[in-house]
């Protein structure tokens, strides 16, 4: 069955540390996208990629980096310019087209400690 | 700018009381307005698209309309297991990408 995976599903992080998240998709997606979401906050983009080798800022990317290096892959690295990294990530992916949604993982849940 | 607001944040019912969620946006030329359901620490899935106005999407006891304005989630006599929160997006022509609203969490008691 096609998907986008996350993994994993929960992270925890030490001050000063840097950390990855992992996102795969099967889909033959060209799009790969990252959100951050906190209670009451809605989803926030941090970064996005219509195509490999590329990508760009989203609203809140500051303290975070991601590489496209493959189709299938767009990996999330929460470095420790980010203060406040404590919130659900959610990856999604979806074709360039005309009214495409977006197909979503399944969220990391990443906490500081 | 593009954006998309939800209303009610919050909503409680009792099972089998119909009610509506509604989904204003402004938007520089729709390309689709989008809805998702997502459960507690899981990842939104998708329920419907709608392109024009006027256009209607039904699945079991939800049903999805659009005006020039704002879109509603009309859920009939929901039960339990509809409790989620409901999100809801729009796709401009230019960009592309999804914009979200903050969602409105749905409660529906036995």
């Known amino acids: 069955d096609g998907g986008i995976t996350q993994s994993p599903k929960y992270l925890f992080r030490k001050e000063g540390q840097n950390v990855t998240l992992s996102c795969e998709q099967n889909l033959n997606h060209d799009a790969m996208y990252w959100y951050r979401q906190d209670p009451g906050q809605g989803l926030r983009l941090i970064y996005y990629?219509?195509?490999?080798?590329?990508?760009q800022k989203g609203d809140i990317a500051e303290g975070y980096s991601v590489s496209r290096e493959k189709k299938e892959s767009f990996p999330l690295t929460v470095t420790s310019a980010q203060k406040n990294p404590t919130a659900f990530y959610l990856c999604?992916?979806?074709?360039?087209?005309?009214?495409?949604?977006?197909?979503f993982g399944s969220g990391t849940r990443l906490t500081v400690v | 700018e593009d954006q998309v607001t939800q209303s009610p944040e919050a909503l409680r019912l009792q099972e089998g009381e119909s009610s509506s969620l509604n989904c204003s946006y402004t938007v520089s030329g729709l390309r689709g307005l989008f809805w998702y359901r997502q459960d507690p620490g899981k990842g939104p899935e998708f329920l419907f698209t709608l392109y024009s106005a006027g256009e209607e999407k039904e699945k079991e006891r939800l049903k999805a309309t659009l005006t020039k304005k704002e879109s509603f989630l009309h859920i009939t006599a929901p039960k339990p297991e509809d409790s989620a929160t409901y999100l809801c997006a729009v796709q401009a022509y230019q960009g592309g990408k999804l914009i979200f609203g903050q969602g409105t969490e749905l409660s529906v008691k036995p």
């Open positions: 990629s219509q195509i490999v080798n590329d990508f």
């Open positions: 999604a992916s979806s074709i360039v087209a005309r009214g495409y949604g977006y197909t």
